[in-house]
């Protein structure tokens, strides 16, 4: 099913606020990194984001990641450690 533009909207802004802080957003850095004062329509688009499977909420915390943005990291990682490997057999 394709995503709303706000949805669309909503994610990227999650993805460009991981990227610059490396940690994922509050609702509240979202909104206002969106410039929009209801944090729950924030809420709302994060929810459809979450039952499509694009966002996760991280556990104990009020912060959400999205999917892209986790594979990505984890992809990096993987980089990272194939090339510290290779470095350590020579």
């Known amino acids: 099913m394709p995503v709303s533009f706000k949805n669309q909207a909503i994610e990227d802004t999650m993805i460009s606020l991981c990227d610059k802080h490396l940690c994922p957003p509050t609702v509240r850095q979202i909104a206002a990194a969106m410039g ?3 944090h729950n329509a924030v ?14 909420q991280l556990e104990e915390t009020r912060s959400y990641m ?11 990682l993987l980089v990272g450690e194939s090339c510290l490997a290779e470095a350590s057999d020579h």
């Open 36 to 38: 929009l004062k209801s």
């Open 43 to 56: 809420m709302n688009h994060i929810k459809v984001l979450v039952r499509e499977g694009r966002v996760e």
């Open 66 to 76: 999205p999917v892209a943005w986790k594979d990505k990291v984890r992809n990096a």
